[in-house]
């Protein structure tokens, strides 16, 4: 694990299914990935999780700053706009 992703608070929520609203933002389903354990929310298959081809993708600082499905208090989001100097857009 990289320092990057050692920054994750282990919510879990970018493993849940996400749909579109009518006003074209992204919800949050109750419907989390199988590889998801749901009591410790650490994935079951971290190491290959990107292999296993359930439409997992690399969270990299590039990434979270365009991924407005993460949740605003996501310590991956909150990272990546410190390190880019510039404030979180709600």
């Known amino acids: 694990m990289t320092g990057w992703e050692e920054a994750c608070k282990r919510c879990g929520l970018c493993c849940f299914e996400k749909s579109v609203d009518l006003q074209g933002r992204f919800v949050t389903?109750?419907?989390?990935?199988?590889?998801?354990?749901?009591?410790?929310?650490?994935?079951?298959?971290?190491?290959?999780?990107?292999?296993?081809?359930?439409?997992?993708?690399?969270?990299?600082?590039?990434?979270?700053?365009?991924?407005?499905?993460?949740?605003?208090?996501c310590a991956y989001r909150i990272n990546a706009a410190n390190s880019s100097g510039n404030e979180e857009r709600g």
């Open 29 to 73: 389903t109750r419907i989390p990935c199988r590889h998801l354990d749901i009591i410790s929310r650490e994935c079951r298959v971290y190491d290959k999780r990107l292999d296993v081809g359930e439409g997992c993708v690399k969270l990299t600082p590039e990434l979270v700053q365009q991924a407005d499905w993460l949740p605003e208090d």
